[in-house]
């Protein structure tokens, strides 16, 4: 596990909190759900090293959203279904908007 800083991540990642009071334990569910939503590669390797595929997506399958490509991705990563998280069978109980 290496130790993470939060000048290494992209700099439009957690622009809704303080950077210096950002614990990567504490907050470990919102700093993965901000990279596989709107991270770049160099964000998901630095998370990848810190806390591993399998915790990334134990804590992935608890999120009630996540976009499709996000959630494709971590599912091939990890081995586990897509259907297996929670962002994917909430999705399916909405009913989706009209698009023109």
Known sequence: MSELNVNQFSKHLFWDAKKSEIDFE???SNVIWQVL?????KD???IQNHYGIQEIAKTAMTFRALEPKALNFISFLSGIPKEKFRCYTYQQLLPPHWYF
């Open 26 to 28: 504490k907050n470990k």
């Open 37 to 41: 939503e709107y991270g770049l590669i």
């Open 44 to 46: 998901w390797k630095l």
